[in-house]
């Protein structure tokens, strides 16, 4: 009867995959380009130093961080938030105004 059954595992385990497969969906989300606000200023600051980054912009109002390995630190602003390596300014990211 085991020798049966072990026979049969293959195909079990891929009926399994297949049903589970079936049962799991990922919704896509698509963002207009015109909905994404300004990219004027992702490029203004990508690759500035912390204080180059402050000279052009200001004080933020917030700065969470640093986090993990490399060290990510994100500041806010009104409408949007920096996130840095280390030093280097890596991302804006406009906040969601839903």
């Known amino acids: 009867m085991f020798s049966r059954l072990r026979n049969r595992i293959p195909q079990l385990a891929g009926a399994a995959a297949l049903l589970f497969s079936l049962g799991t969906q990922a919704e896509t989300l698509e963002v207009p380009v015109g909905a994404q606000g300004d990219h004027a200023m992702v490029e203004q600051v990508r690759g500035l130093k912390k204080d180059e980054v402050n000279s052009r912009l200001g004080e933020p109002i917030g700065i969470q ?12 602003y009104a409408d949007f938030y920096v996130y840095f390596e280390w030093d280097v300014a890596l991302h804006t990211v ?3 105004r839903g």
């Open 65 to 76: 961080g640093p986090v993990g390995e490399p060290a990510i630190t994100r500041w806010e």
């Open 94 to 96: 406009k906040k969601y």
